[in-house]
């Protein structure tokens, strides 16, 4: 292929190639998506100046480093095309197949998607919003290729930010913040969500961002001079116990999490340790364990600052031993010890699994246990991880990245962008129900998407639903037939009876063991009739011994159907009486 005039392409190819063998059919088709996106975008510019092709070209670069597949790759290419320019995603199905069609199709539906923060005063519930956001992004995409497209996006428009109106600037950094950049945390990407955060935090937080770049700069330098000086010592040592790193090199703490810790610690920046951080990669877990002794026994270490997340891996998975000591002039020190395997799945997290072909390696990233602090925020990541072993090599890993476990689950949201958790099939009314009771009874309509649909209409995750409601409506006892949550079910059933009890007085229920005759019913409400009450039902049953004939009647109270049963004693034939109050 002759792609001299393409220096870019040529880029791209040998970025893939790192970890893949392409064939030529696929450098043929990143080629052909390369041109047809430049072509489709030729003319855009995005708001940097910049022709719109490098946003597309960006991204691809972005997944081509994390190591996905060739479809993927292409993917992101191609992403903005239905949304931006003429060209159709049949255009695309045609050029590029189902699968290529269908992953772009997944990050346009994506980007449909707007966070708007709403008005919680609780954290808690901002928390489980953006939590359920996230399920939402992960639900609708169906596919973990999709998600990554998706950050890989949003990692080229943070970067780009500040080209953007002030306006919005704050809008996407928040979203970035609060749903992309821990979606990339669970997914194991700690370091690309560190870099989201990073990128974020200026527009998030400008002033203190200022406070931080003008006071860290100097003590900054400092710190990576003073580790210069640790550097050769342990290399020495490292190398007397025949112990050769792969990399030993210092590693900055990110803004963002500085940020949160000196909150934590008065703004103090002398209380922080690991503002910079030695980082030593070796090439096995045992060399990890030699290090951290090897260390320890240079210097002493800080009590209570040892973490093995080897043995006790974070609950995305992330694997590394942490540990601080009175390093040279007694400094404090922090030390970060992992093996190359370890360091990979940081950066790529799930994604990681793309690197790997050999199934010892994958084998070794699925047997790995992980600890779970918050169990049920964290449930998905643990499906997605039970999910994952279930899968014996990469390769065949690779070709289930479908997103099943939300399957039982939509995603809606409210006018106001809440997003609302529902079971699967379920309507319109189990929305309204479930953001308030009172809009579940007087809800009469419903439009999604803005257009109105009828109640029973199935949701789809991602629907933007708003309920129409009417002052003094009463819930439908046929909402029964279609609605799918069990709150709604109840709060339906409660309501009926409550109407029906305003409508109907108390019931009481006759029971009058008789010597039938004729006319015996006839002369027993009769009875009732003359006392001016109501009867509301009358059975005959026949059982083995004498005949039972139960009257149902409006008496709301004792004195009445005393009263009432006094008669009826008196009637010919009528053995034994008994009442009982009913409520419905
Ligand atoms: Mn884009």
Not at 153 to 160: P, S
Not at 267 to 296: F, K, P
Not at 453 to 472: A, C, F, R
Request: proline letters at 4%.
């Amino acid at each position: 292929m002759n792609s001299a005039q393409k220096p870019q392409l040529n880029k791209l190819l040998e970025i893939i190639k790192v970890k893949q063998n392409l064939s030529e059919d696929d450098k043929l088709l990143i080629k052909k998506a390369y041109e047809f996106s430049e072509k489709s975008h030729s003319g855009q510019k995005r708001l940097s100046g910049e022709s719109y092709f490098t946003h597309p070209f960006q991204s691809a670069i972005s997944l081509a480093k994390w190591h996905l597949d060739v479809p993927t790759i292409v993917a992101a290419l191609l992403h903005d095309i239905v949304e931006d320019t003429p060209a159709t995603l049949e255009e695309i199905k045609k050029q590029f197949g189902e699968e290529i069609a269908f992953l772009v199709n997944g990050v346009t539906k994506l980007g449909k998607l707007k966070y708007r923060k709403i008005n919680a005063d609780e954290s808690e519930k901002i928390k489980n919003l953006s939590e359920n956001l996230r399920k939402m992004i992960l639900a609708i995409s169906e596919d973990l290729r999709v998600v990554f497209i998706k950050l890989a996006d949003r990692l080229h428009n943070m970067r780009t930010l500040s080209a953007i109106p002030v306006a919005k600037q704050k809008r996407i950094a928040l979203e970035t913040s609060e749903i992309y950049a821990p979606l990339a945390y669970r997914l194991g990407m700690q370091n690309m969500a560190g870099e989201l955060d990073d990128l974020a935090f200026p527009f998030i937080h400008p002033q203190e961002y200022r406070w931080l770049t003008e006071n860290i700069k100097e003590k900054y330098d400092r710190r990576v001079a003073y580790l210069e000086k640790v550097k050769p010592v342990i290399l020495e040592e490292l190398k007397k116990n025949s112990i050769i790193p792969v990399v030993v090199d210092s590693r900055a703490k990110r803004i963002s999490s500085l940020y949160k810790k000196l909150f934590r610690y008065n703004m103090n920046l002398d209380q922080i340790y690991d503002l910079v951080a030695l980082r030593i990669i070796v090439n096995t877990i045992e060399e990890c364990y030699a290090v951290l002794g090897i260390i320890h026994y240079l210097w002493p270490p800080v009590p209570g600052r040892i973490k093995d997340y080897i043995a006790l891996p974070k609950p995305n998975g992330y694997r590394s031993l942490h540990t601080s000591v009175f390093c040279i002039d007694n400094k404090i020190t922090e030390f970060q010890i992992r093996t190359k395997t370890m360091h990979e799945e940081a950066e790529f997290g799930i994604a990681a699994h793309w690197a790997y072909n050999q199934a010892k390696a994958t084998k070794e990233f699925l047997d790995k246990k992980v600890s779970c602090a918050d169990k049920i925020e964290l449930k998905w990541v643990q499906q997605l991880r039970n999910w994952q072993q279930e899968f014996t090599d990469s390769q065949e890993f690779i070709k289930s990245l479908k997103v099943d476990f939300f399957k039982d689950r939509v995603f809606a949201i409210t006018p106001k962008g809440e997003v609302i958790d529902l079971p699967a099939g379920s309507i319109p009314v189990d929305f309204a129900y479930q953001i308030h009771t009172q809009i579940g009874e007087q809800c009469v309509g419903a439009k999604v998407n803005g257009k109105i649909v009828p109640l029973d209409y199935q949701i789809q995750s991602g629907d933007v639903i708003e309920i129409l409601t009417q002052k003094n409506k009463k819930s439908s006892e046929s909402w029964l037939k279609s609605v799918k949550t069990s709150f709604a079910r109840r709060r339906i059933k409660a309501a009926i009876r409550k109407d029906s009890k305003i409508l109907r007085p108390p019931q009481t229920e006759l029971r009058v063991v008789v010597n039938d005759r004729v006319g015996l019913i006839k002369d027993i409400s009769a009875a009732i009739s003359r006392s001016h009450i109501n009867i509301t039902n009358i059975n005959l049953i026949k059982t083995s011994g004498l005949p039972v004939i139960k009257i149902a009647c409006d008496i709301g109270d004792k004195e009445k159907a005393e009263k009432l049963l006094v008669k009826i004693k008196n009637i010919k034939g009528v053995r034994e009486v008994s009442y009982k109050l009913i409520s419905l």
